[in-house]
């Protein structure tokens, strides 16, 4: 199993330029995650969601948007991408339905935004 | 609201020195308290947890009590190797409704030959 994936590893936009970022997870899990981790702020919760065609709003969604088509794929979106953007972005699933469980990360994205 | 507060690094550390690295949080009702690993170029990996109060959670040598009276759960290693160089995050997850986690900051850990 490849467990999460992520694409693409590295990214620099100009600022207002759009794209997105893709999860992809072979494990069959129902809860997927993005996350960004920026210096001395640990890591905040962007969007997530608990199954199919689900999404929901985590910390700080503003300028971000997502979509679950398939169980398997998780895309977050920037429209129009802006220099407080720059960060590393991590994916995250888990079986959410069973308590106490973990959750498994990609390694992760680093987007430049100029 | 829920937090987590790590102590600040880099810690720094010889080859086989024991090793304390403090967190503590705040939350109401029973979380569920973790610590995860980020070597570098890489992404988090769970490395040891507890689910409730006195358990100890154990992985790769590595040591973590959830003390509910102290509110912490201090991450301890009897002797680290310079393969144990990465961030450390301490994280709470609260099991009621959605898993949400909260990060703490991360620790960066520097271990020398």
């Known amino acids: 199993n490849a467990g999460v994936t992520q694409t693409p590893k590295f990214r620099v936009l100009k600022t207002g330029q759009s794209m997105t970022l893709l999860c992809a997870q072979d494990?069959?899990?129902?809860?997927m995650y993005w996350y960004r981790q920026d210096p001395g702020m640990g890591l905040r919760l962007i969007h997530y969601s608990v199954g199919e065609g689900t999404t929901a709003k985590g910390e700080v969604p503003d300028g971000y948007n997502v979509s679950r088509l398939k169980k398997q794929n998780f895309l977050l979106g920037l429209e129009s991408a802006a220099p407080s953007q720059t960060s590393v972005y991590f994916c995250?699933?888990?079986?959410?339905?069973?308590?106490?469980?973990?959750?498994?990360f990609g390694p992760g994205t680093r987007l430049l935004v100029l | 609201g829920d937090s987590v507060t790590q102590m600040e690094g880099p810690v720094t550390l010889s080859e086989e020195a024991f090793l304390t690295i403090n967190c503590t949080y705040t939350?109401?009702?029973?979380?569920?308290l973790f610590w995860y690993v980020q070597y570098p170029g890489e992404g988090l990996q769970l490395l040891l947890k507890?689910?409730?109060?006195?358990d100890k959670g154990s992985n790769k040598g590595f040591e973590a009590t959830y003390r509910k009276e102290t509110t912490s759960f201090h991450l301890e290693k009897g002797s680290v190797q310079v393969s144990d160089s990465a961030v450390y995050f301490c994280?709470?997850?609260?099991?009621?409704?959605?898993?949400?986690?909260?990060f703490g900051t991360g620790t960066r850990l520097l271990v020398s030959p």
């Open positions: 507890a689910t409730k109060a006195d």
């Open positions: 494990m069959n899990h129902e809860y």
């Open positions: 994280a709470l997850r609260k099991d009621t409704g959605f898993q949400k986690l909260v």
């Open positions: 939350a109401t009702g029973y979380p569920s």
């Open positions: 995250a699933s888990s079986y959410g339905r069973v308590m106490q469980e973990t959750q498994y």
